[in-house]
């Protein structure tokens, strides 16, 4: 794993009024800072900023030679504070209801200004990470060109707040708090054809089916690498999505997004439902018109962005191709001025 590097977040005042200081711990891939187009990348609930390399959980996506390659982009990935990854005690967070997810992207602002990063070639996450890309673009409407949110929406809708108080009572009452929200989870982000394709009703033993095996082993592995207050602070964080908060109506707030906005779904999506961004791109179409969306078609529900690469590959290739493009057109030339 690349060395976990620092920023110290001083004085900073969240939504609620509570001025904070908190360690922003980041993670750079790629071209050196400042060296090249800089692609920020937001992590899942349960992930983290190795995006890459070694144990890189979006390996097929970014490196080398990758739809996001690695020889052309800086690749940056903060962690979500509180998510536990840096292994120190003393960097959860306890008192996580004070804590929202427009509050995450004004940190991960804060941490953007502390490496002089004054413009993103693109911001893009999948699920908890795309609604902080929305937060993040909404905060900071100029500061990026391409936004690209997958398997996310800009607000957490009734249906995904209900199961995020789910969760949280799951993991404030139960004797098992991380293994069984983690199987409850596990239900939403597949779906009942995927089950069948995976499973067939197959057994284990006698008494034992396939799928109870494979729901054990999920719960196992988070309960093994986890920690309790770091899965309470991302089930939050993923509650909280909203970029209207105390901003106005939808349209008002995201029409002053500059950025190309690219909002990729799956048709499948039992989480972040893809009626939901259909919804979204034809509401938002109406008063710009930089604004797409590309639907994955799958079986396996909200996890397909991290299976259907071939997808997500072809959905992405058109941005990031640009500007592949772009630079060795600069570089045919000799051009010392670039403009990203």
Known sequence: MKQLQYIAIDDFN?????????????????????????VLVNHALTGNSTICGD????????????????????ILSFN????????????????????????????FANGLEHLDIKELFAVIGGSVGGGIAWELATLKPNLCKHVIPIAADWKSTDWVIANCFIQDNILN???????????????????????????KRS??????????????YHGDVLNNRFQLAAYKMMNQVLKTIDITQNRGAFLEVASKISSDIHIITINTDLFFKSDENWDTYVELKSVKDNVTIGEIKSIHGHD?????????????????????????????????????
């Open 14 to 38: 969240t939504e609620k009024g509570t001025s904070i200081s908190i360690p922003l711990s980041y993670q750079l891939f790629g071209k050196p800072l400042h060296e090249a187009p800089i």
């Open 55 to 74: 144990d890189g959980w979006w390996n097929e996506l970014i490196g080398e030679n990758k739809c996001i390659d690695t020889n052309v982009y800086t």
């Open 80 to 107: 979500i504070p509180g998510n536990g990854f840096d292994g120190e005690p003393n960097h959860l967070i306890k008192n996580y209801k004070d804590y929202t997810a427009c509050d995450i992207a004004g940190i």
């Open 173 to 199: 009452h139960s004797s098992e708090p991380l293994y069984d929200a983690r199987l409850h989870a596990m239900t939403l982000y597949r779906t009942p054809e995927s089950f069948t394709d995976k499973f």
């Open 203 to 216: 057994k284990k033993s006698e008494l034992f089916y396939n799928i109870e095996s494979w729901l054990d």
């Open 304 to 340: 397909a962005f991290l299976i259907e690469f071939h997808q997500l590959t072809a959905l992405l290739k058109p941005i990031f191709k640009t500007q592949k493009t772009e630079k060795k057109s600069e570089d045919h030339t000799h051009c010392s001025i670039r403009n990203w």
